[in-house]
Every structure is written in structure tokens, then in C-alpha cells.
């Protein structure tokens, strides 16, 4: 099929400009010249709050700019890539310009969805927390088999990822797993992709070869910033330390590293022990402590709302994406009717579709709302 170039690259440059318009660039570029300046000064750490809150701000704003900025020099040197396969009839220089199309075409319209993240916490890191839910050792299967989805697709993206907990299942995959994202709108971008995840499959794990339906929950947190002030007494806190352990129950150090918090008036438990000090793990489980408090207090705030986190305790009342691996292939939303047939590049962390639906489902029930 013959592309249109000079339409296409239309069609995109107005998209763009719609982008520009919505970021609103003029503001955002004199919006980083005072936060630079405010970077600049002395004695800008003596309010470590403050700080945080201008550096975290401008490197946002930074990448705003950078990332329209490079869209449109992109846009503008394939213009003369084209006109260069053109003017001398080269195919490889053609397909090249068709190649880079595409991958702008793709960039363009995920920084379209990312105008849309507009919620006070959405620029936001990611906690995120997947447990297996009803279906015994196939859930358990399922639970690692989203946190390699997960965590591949982060990779994809070159955004850092950090493991703080895992518990694993004892005859296979995960009891459960908590793990950080670092990516600007890492939380607002994840967010939608929190519910229940369905799994439909000839059970590796039945000898007579039988389908087996399971479930696996996903949680997804802001993680917590400074200025949310989120303060727990010392007397609310439980501190049990243990000794890390990894699959089948082997030990992964040989002290007792590993810390699990337990917060007394709600009952929240979290645990670290991703093999470092117990100091170091007792500070990460304070900060996810810290955001399962923040989320609590949040939908307590805004009940009037369905709340950000949800119920994600039931296997059938919050399904969102079912993944069918027998009798056909299929990964589908359930909210979105976004689906592919594509099981095998979904399960290796290929979920930008359906993120971007969730994202303008999202946006168009807030509309509605």
C-alpha cells in the first residue's frame, strides 16, 4: 500500500500543533525559566521540601518541552527524507522515511494521551502490586507471568524499575510481588491498568491437560512525595525482621534483612526484602506503607468518587482484561473492547494499546461524570 507522505505528514504536524496547544509551550518554557532560576539559587536546599518540589516540577516541564521539541525536528527532517527518496527514486531511502513515519506516528499519538493526564497525582512514580487471586497454582503462574509483563514493558520504555518484595508460591510463580516505576506519569500512565486480569488456558500444571481459569489482582499507587506530609507515629508501626528468602523457600542472604511493618489501627501489612540492609529495607517498606496510607486517606477524601484504587478484592466483580490462551488467542479489555490477537507480544510487555484506550476510557467517564 502506497502512503500518502505529504497528507500524512499533514496530518501529523496538525496533531502536533494540537499537542503544543494543549501542553501550552509558551507557558511551559517560562514556566521552567523561573524554576531555573529558583534551582539557581543558594541555600536552595535548606528547605529539602521546597527543593524536592521545584527540581521534581522542572524536570517534568523539561521533558515536556524536549519531547515536543524533538517530535517536531523529527517531523521536519523526514520531510526531507522524503524529498530526498523521492528526487532520486531510492527505495531503501523510501522505506527508511516509511519506517520513521511510523515510529513518529506512535510518538505523537502517545504524547496525545499523556495531555490527557491531568490528575494531581499522575505525574507521579508507580507503585504497583500484583497478587494472585482464585486458581491455586495457575494464578500463582499468572501473578508472575503480569510481573514480567510489567516489568518488560518499562524496559521497552527505559524507564527504571526496582523490585522491593516478593513472595513466592510454593510449587510455582508468585504469592505476590511490589515494585517501583520511575518515569515521570509513571502512576497516571499505570493507573488504568489496575483490577482484576483474567487468564483462560490449558493448565500446565494439570496432568490431564485440562483448561483452567485463574485470576491475578493489580494495584497501582502514587508513590509517595515529601510535601504529602504523610506521618506515622512510631506507636502505630509493628517491626518483625526475618530473613530474605527466594523461589522454593531458599535463603537469598544469611541475616535477618528482610523487614514487614505492620500498621496497627488499619491493619496494613507491607514487606521488603529486595537482599539489601534492614535499614535500607525498613525505610523502602515505610515509603510503601506510606502510600497505601496516602491512598486510603485519598479515597476517604473523595467517596463521592469510585476512588482511584477501587475494589480490586473480587475475582469477578472487577475484571478488567481477560487473556485467552486456549481455545483461541485473544487479550481483550473488558472496559475499552480493546483486543488483540497477539498473546505471545502482550504477555512480553507490549500493552501500549490497551494502556492508551484505558487512559481515553478514563478520560471520557470523567467527562461524563
Known sequence: MTVDFPAALRDLSATLTSVESVLDLGTLRREAADLEEQAGRPGLWDDPEAAQRITSRLSVVQGDIRRVEELRRRLDDLEVLHGLAESEDDADTRAEAEMELAAIRAA??????????SGVY????????????????????????????????????????EVYDTSYAEEAGIKSATFV????????????????????????????????????????????????????????IKVDVFRSSGPGGQGVNTTDSA???????????????????????KATAMAVLQAKLLERRRQEEQARMDALKGDSTGS?????????????????DLRTEHETGNTTAVLDGDIDGFIEAGIRWRRQREKGS
Open 108 to 117: 505523537v499519538a502517545a504524547l496525545e494521551v499523556r495531555t490527557l493526564l
Open 122 to 161: 499522575d505525574p507521579r512514580d508507580a507503585l504497583v502490586t500484583i497478587r494472585s487471586e482464585a486458581g491455586g497454582v495457575d494464578a500463582a503462574d499468572f501473578a508472575q507471568m503480569l510481573l514480567r509483563m510489567y516489568l518488560r514493558w518499562a524496559e521497552r520504555h527505559g524507564h527504571p524499575t
Open 181 to 236: 516505576v520511575r518515569a515521570p506519569y509513571a502512576y497516571g500512565t499505570l493507573a488504568v491498568e489496575q483490577g482484576t486480569h483474567r487468564l483462560v488456558r490449558i493448565s500446565p500444571f494439570d496432568n490431564q491437560g485440562r483448561r483452567q481459569t485463574s485470576f491475578a489482582g493489580v494495584e497501582v499507587l502514587p508513590v509517595v512525595a515529601q510535601t504529602d506530609h504523610m506521618e506515622v507515629p512510631e506507636d502505630e
Open 259 to 281: 523487614v514487614r511493618l505492620t500498621h496497627l489501627p488499619s491493619g496494613i501489612v507491607v514487606t521488603c526484602q529486595n537482599e539489601r540492609s534492614q535499614l535500607q529495607n
Open 316 to 332: 469477578w466483580g472487577n475484571q478488567m482484561r481477560s487473556y485467552v490462551l486456549h481455545p483461541y488467542q485473544m487479550v481483550k
